[in-house]
Every structure is written in structure tokens, then in C-alpha cells.
């Protein structure tokens, strides 16, 4: 008997009659031969950690430009804690932690540079719009390894497509909007409970807001610290799925409605703030006038991104390289085209 065959048998034995079991998959868009030793979502968060667009998070934007500070969060960093609340969920609740560490790696591959101002740019420019979980997903099935994909499973591309809401629903009524498996419903609870946290502190760093403007009523409910918080609405999402006897996976209201309050509270005095917002609207400058200039010089960006002419619009490839960029990348390639350069022969 494989390895591989071993630990599948072994999640039978201890997980939850609710996890997705990596035998029962329903596979993957190209059929290929199994590991012999990693189960199907284990080798699926091997491709992703491997992947040169997990690599580009850390030099991506999460909240504050560029920072210098080296304890601000960059989109890798809010990665890895998405991926480490996550799975403290998930195996408490014996669900597979292979399949939700394999989606929360992969949530914000096709996330832009500059945080949500790259994305608002993009969704306004490019024909048909732009929203980073399309793109996630085309970035594992199209863009990585050279346009081959990384050929995911279906439960991790469900889950990586489904897992944000934006301001909208944390467990939206819509099902169609809401991942198949429990654990890809656990990635977009997850996902919002380390941003309005580690947002809340980075702002609280940048001296943008101090702990006496948080509001008093999310904060009682929640708690008083960073921690705290994040102990309690862990706590939480797993006592409400136990009282549904794990089938279900969601916030006490009280929870949900503390968490949507203190996250409209961020998109006032932090999202758009003017401290914050000020940067974006130069940042969105910058992507567009970079969109512009390569939809002008085909060669010079076929070029410079390496791609080649496809049966897909220039514009598609325009707006994938833009949207793969990182922001020293995009900043430093601006400076190139648009701004002079000193000259240096003497």
C-alpha cells in the first residue's frame, strides 16, 4: 500500500463524517497520476506555496503602501495568518487541514499591487471588470508555470474563487456565492477575522487610529485586544458549528454583526481615509497610465513580460501582468517609462 493510500485511510479513521476526504475529490480539470505520498489537497498546497505568484506576496500591499516598518502586514503576511486561523478551525472541528491550508494559500494569488486601489483600477478599466478571486483562480489554471496551471483540485479552486465578500455577507443567503465544503467556508470566515484584526493593528501603528476610536460595542463583544479578538471569534465559529453538530459553519450574531460593524468602521476611517486613500488614488494613477503604455507598445510588453502573442485580447495579458506585478515592481518600471533618467555618460 502507497503512503499516500495510508493517510487517506487514516482521514477516514479521524476526521469528522462532514471534511472533504482527499480520496472523494472531485479531481482535477487535467487528469494525472497520484502522489505516491501526499494526498490530493496536501500536493495541491505544495503547488501554491511553490508557485512564483506566492512568492510576489510578500512585496504586495495589504493595507499601507510600500511600508518601510518592518512589522506591517504585506498580502503574504496576511496569507499566513489567514492560513493559521484557519486551520486552528479546522482541526479542532476534524475537518481537513490539508484542503483548508491548500485554499488559504491560495486566496489572494491574484490579488493586485497597491492592495484594493490596483483592484478598483483594474475592475474600471478593463473590459468586463476585474475582482481578485476570478483572477486567483485563473492565476493556479492559466498564468502560473508558464500558462500550463497548476491543475488544482476542484474543492481548492471552489474555495479559493468563494472566499471573499467584500462588504457584503460573511455567510451570504446566496449558496451559489458560498464554497461547496466546509472547509473552504471556514477560508472566508478565516479570511475577514484576520483582516479586520491585524488592519485595525497596523492602523494603530501608522498612528492613523488610536484604541479609543475602535468602536465600544464591537470591542466589549469582542475583546479589548488584538489577540483577544482573534481567540474569541475563533472560539466562536467553532462553539456555533458544534451546536449544528458540524455541519454547519458559521458566527453567533452577535459575532457577525461586531465583526461587520468593525469592519465598516475600517473602510471609513482607515480604507478611505485620507491618510490611506491620498496614496491609492496616486497608486491607481500609476497602474493606469502602465495599462495604457502597454496596450500602446504590444512589442515592448511582450517584451518585457515575457508572454507571447495569444489567441487572448492584448488587453487580458495586460491586465494579467499588471495584476501579477509587485509593488516595487510596478513602481520601479513607472520610473522607466514615464519619469527622466539621470544621464550617466561622462
Not at 478551525?89 to 486601489?117: Q, V, W, Y
Not at 484576520?194 to 485595525?200: L, S
Not at 461587520?260 to 496614496?279: A, I, P, T
Not at 518585457?304 to 494579467?320: F, H, Q, T, Y
Amino acid at each position: 500500500m502507497k503512503i499516500r493510500e495510508m493517510l487517506e485511510q487514516d482521514e477516514k479513521v479521524r476526521f469528522s463524517s462532514h471534511a472533504q476526504f482527499s480520496s472523494e475529490s472531485k479531481g482535477r480539470r487535467i487528469e494525472e497520476e497520484e502522489c505516491e505520498i501526499r494526498p490530493a489537497y496536501q500536493h495541491d498546497r505544495d503547488r501554491i506555496l511553490h508557485s512564483k505568484s506566492f512568492r510576489r506576496l510578500k512585496h504586495k500591499t495589504q493595507v499601507f503602501l510600500a511600508p518601510t516598518g518592518d512589522h506591517y502586514r504585506t498580502r503574504l503576511t496576511h496569507t499566513l495568518e489567514v492560513s493559521q486561523i484557519a486551520r486552528t478551525i479546522a482541526k479542532s472541528l476534524r475537518l481537513n487541514e490539508d484542503l483548508t491550508e491548500a485554499i488559504a494559500l491560495g486566496h489572494d494569488l491574484g490579488h493586485t499591487p497597491f492592495g484594493h486601489a490596483g483592484e478598483a483600477v483594474l475592475n474600471e478599466i478593463f473590459p468586463g471588470g476585474f475582482q481578485h478571486p476570478e483572477q486567483s483562480l485563473r492565476v493556479v489554471d492559466v498564468l502560473e508555470k508558464d500558462g500550463k496551471g497548476l491543475n488544482l483540485t476542484y474543492e481548492v479552486r471552489d474555495g479559493i474563487l468563494k472566499h471573499s465578500k467584500g462588504e457584503g455577507e460573511i455567510i451570504s443567503s446566496d449558496p451559489q456565492s458560498m464554497p461547496e465544503t466546509l472547509e473552504g467556508k471556514i477560508v472566508r470566515v478565516a479570511d475577514i477575522i484576520a483582516y479586520v484584526n491585524h488592519d485595525i493593528d497596523d492602523a494603530m501603528r501608522a498612528g492613523v487610529i488610536a484604541h479609543r476610536d475602535l468602536p465600544k460595542g464591537c470591542i466589549k463583544i469582542l475583546g479589548d485586544s488584538h489577540a483577544r479578538r482573534i481567540d474569541a471569534m475563533v472560539k466562536d465559529v467553532i462553539e456555533v458549528a458544534e451546536r449544528a453538530d458540524g455541519r454547519e459553519l458559521s458566527m453567533s450574531q452577535a459575532f457577525m454583526e461586531a465583526t461587520e460593524k468593525l469592519r465598516d468602521f475600517l473602510y471609513k476611517e482607515v480604507y478611505f481615509g485620507m491618510v490611506v486613500y491620498s496614496n491609492f488614488i496616486k497608486a491607481s494613477k500609476i497602474l493606469k497610465e502602465l495599462y495604457y503604455y502597454f496596450l500602446d507598445h504590444e512589442e515592448e510588453f511582450l517584451k518585457e513580460s515575457g508572454m507571447v502573442k495569444a489567441d487572448e485580447p492584448l488587453e487580458r495579458g495586460v491586465c494579467d501582468f499588471i495584476a501579477g506585478m509587485t509593488d516595487r515592481y510596478a513602481f520601479n518600471f513607472y520610473e522607466r517609462i514615464f519619469l527622466p533618467q539621470p544621464w550617466l555618460i561622462i
